[in-house]
């Protein structure tokens, strides 16, 4: 497809089970975000992969998070160990390149439900 | 520390009107202001964008207020219509101090427009 692909849609998982969105970057696209949108809140910042360089990870909110991006395209978003405040939707963006006024296109999100 | 604060957070209008949504930012680093539309169940979208050294940018019934030396801008939405009604997000993009190109998000307005 030619938009930023996140799957699943929908998550509902136990508490204290672990966790894996995908995110399928727009193919070229060099730039990856995940963001987090709890309801009536904005969009939190989780990570941030550019290129082959190290990613940003000051956004995860705690050691149960963690992200990885498999040769520049591909992302996994892994939430160990679950917990009810995790129960958001979680969403990925990708942008061409890093430069600021390039345009961050976003999936339409995999929302996670931990019961 | 939230660097980007939007209000109002809901917004009621009626048809034809013009909802003004605000928002203020702290980083000078800040380089691009985008805005993004979301309607439930589907990621946010790229409505219109600017850079700070235009004061203003229209681009059909939406128009950009930007005023650098305050941190502030804003989001009029001429002639608005029922098919508005949405959640809208100012965001901000710029080099972090954690050495990324972060986009950081307010925490949304949702403005409905009555017929």
């Known amino acids: 497809g030619a938009g930023v692909s996140q799957s699943p849609s929908n998550k509902v998982t136990e508490k204290g089970k672990d966790v894996e969105l995908r995110c399928d970057p727009i193919?070229?696209?060099?730039?990856l975000y995940w963001y987090r949108q709890s309801l009536g809140q904005g969009l939190e910042f989780l990570i941030y992969?550019?290129?082959?360089?190290?990613?940003?990870k000051s956004g995860l909110p705690s050691d149960r998070f963690s992200a990885e991006r498999t040769g520049g395209s591909v992302s996994t978003l892994t939430i160990q160990r679950t917990q009810q405040e995790d129960s958001a939707v979680y969403l990925c963006?990708?942008?061409?390149?890093?430069?600021?006024?390039?345009?961050?296109?976003f999936g339409q999100g995999t929302r996670l439900t931990v019961v | 520390q939230q660097q980007v604060k939007q209000s109002p957070q809901s917004l009621i209008v009626q048809k034809g009107g013009i909802p003004i949504i605000n928002c203020a930012y702290e980083?000078?680093?800040?380089?691009?202001f985008p805005w993004y539309q979301q309607f439930p169940g589907k990621g946010p979208a790229l409505l219109i964008a600017?850079?700070?050294?235009?004061s203003e940018k229209k681009e059909g019934r939406f128009t950009i207020s930007f005023n650098k030396s305050a941190k502030q801008f804003s989001l009029h939405i001429m002639d608005s219509q029922p098919g508005d009604s949405a959640t809208y997000f100012c965001?901000?993009?710029?080099?972090?101090?954690?050495?990324?190109?972060?986009?950081?998000f307010g925490k949304g307005t949702k403005l409905s427009v009555i017929p």
């Open positions: 963006a990708s942008s061409l390149v890093a430069r600021t006024n390039t345009e961050a296109f």
């Open positions: 193919s070229g696209h060099t730039a």
């Open positions: 992969f550019q290129g082959n360089s190290a990613p940003d």
């Open positions: 980083n000078t680093a800040f380089d691009y």
């Open positions: 600017i850079r700070p050294d235009v």
């Open positions: 965001a901000a993009k710029g080099f972090s101090g954690a050495g990324s190109y972060q986009l950081t």
